[in-house]
T-cell receptor, first 115, second 113 residues
Framework: DSGVTQTPKHLITATGQRVTLRCSPR?????VYWYQQSLDQGLQFLIQ???????AKGNILERFSAQQFPDLHSELNLSSLELGDSALYFC??????????????FGQGTRLTVV | GENVEQHPSTLSVQEGDSAVIKCTYS??????FPWYKQELGKRPQLIID?????GEKKDQRIAVTLNKTAKHFSLHITETQPEDSAVYFC????????????FGTGTRLLVSP
């Protein structure tokens, strides 16, 4: 168990709908990252938050948005869903930004299926 | 921004052989290089990491080497076992960039008994 919690584990929804994925980082971690992994693909960086502020943005579609709340949990909102959005969405957290070097630890992911 | 290239994309070895996966990075400011192992349908898990002030690090059958001058780092697995079969990802990050982790494209390792 990495200490990073993602909910839900599975999500099936229809095209055009909106969903929210939730992530609780490890205790003490201030940075949260979101990654998208399509079938048999690599880890595509979407966005990073540090202590409530957006720090880095990757290939995140305009239909997607995220935020990190004062209690440090994060949510990824996906709207106007398309079939191609079906993927595993991972959240990871680390102590990045605190001056310590550390790897990011991943949650178990949310498998999103758009039908 | 940082770009990480990883080779090979697939690697097949016989049980007991060694496996080597190589990555190159572009940003000279990168100072932290973790490696992750991902089994099918599961989360990426950290297996070893190295910092820029170290040239080599070992953990049992796994070792990582770093060449800062050439900007490349490698994962070495000795005495491979079938349970080593998975996708391996390298990554690079820089403290100056809030340690945004940039991943390589992954290497699918298949260890045949």
């Amino acid at each position: 168990d990495s200490g990073v919690t993602q909910t839900p584990k599975h999500l099936i929804t229809a095209t055009g709908q909106r969903v929210t994925l939730r992530c609780s980082p490890r205790s003490g971690d201030l940075s949260v990252y979101w990654y998208q992994q399509s079938l048999d693909q690599g880890l595509q960086f979407l966005i990073q938050y540090y202590n409530g502020e957006e720090r880095a943005k990757g290939n995140i579609l305009e239909r997607f948005s995220a935020q990190q709340f004062p209690d440090l949990h994060s949510e990824l909102n996906l709207s106007s869903l398309e079939l191609g959005d079906s993927a595993l969405y991972f959240c990871a957290s680390s102590v990045a930004g605190t001056g310590l070097l550390s790897a990011a630890f991943f949650g178990q992911g949310t498998r999103l299926t758009v039908v | 921004g940082e770009n990480v290239e990883q080779h090979p994309s697939t690697l097949s070895v016989q049980e007991g052989d060694s496996a080597v996966i190589k990555c190159t990075y572009s940003d000279s400011a990168s100072n932290y290089f973790p490696w992750y192992k991902q089994e099918l349908g599961k989360r990426p898990q950290l297996i070893i990491d190295i910092r820029s002030n170290v040239g080599e690090k070992k953990d049992q059958r796994i070792a990582v080497t770093l060449n800062k001058t050439a900007k490349h780092f490698s994962l070495h697995i000795t005495e491979t076992q079938p349970e080593d079969s998975a996708v391996y990802f390298c990554a690079a990050s820089a403290t100056t960039d809030f340690q945004k982790l940039v991943f390589g494209t992954g290497t699918r390792l298949l260890v045949s008994p």
